[in-house]
């Protein structure tokens, strides 16, 4: 079984920045397409930004072009978002996410039914 865990969250002011991290289990880290997407409560969860492995680039949510890096440390199995610039608006719980890649190009991997493996989640406050 995949297993993600996520790390990294806290608080900050408005204007600062974070670095999340995703650790997986399992050799076949390199082979898989990670993703980003957070959750505020009482909405529904939305894409943030996603690495491929077939095609090794990157998407990005147009809220977050910019100020958001995706990254990945294959020999460590670990998926990092770089977050700057944070806005209030970026307050939510942030999950990492896992799935086999394809023959799809980046963009594809932005919708939460591509992915099979999800982490529990670490709360971001961006705070005023």
């Known amino acids: 079984q995949v297993q993600l865990v996520e790390s990294g969250g806290g608080l900050v002011q408005a204007g600062g920045s974070l670095r999340l991290s995703c650790a997986a289990s399992?050799?076949?880290?390199?082979?898989?397409?990670m993703g980003w997407f957070r959750q505020v409560s009482g909405k529904e969860r939305e894409f943030v930004a996603t690495i491929t492995w077939s095609a090794g680039t990157t998407y990005y949510a147009d809220s977050v072009k910019g100020r958001f890096t995706i990254s990945r440390d294959n020999a460590k199995n670990t998926v990092y978002l770089q977050m700057n610039s944070l806005k209030p608006e970026d307050t939510a719980v942030y999950y990492c996410?896992?799935?086999?890649?394809?023959?799809?190009?980046?963009?594809?991997?932005?919708?939460?039914?591509?992915?099979?493996?999800w982490g529990q989640g670490t709360q971001v406050t961006v705070a005023s």
């Open positions: 996410a896992a799935t086999r890649d394809g023959i799809q190009s980046a963009s594809y991997y932005a919708a939460i039914p591509r992915y099979n493996y």
């Open positions: 399992g050799r076949t880290f390199s082979r898989f397409v």
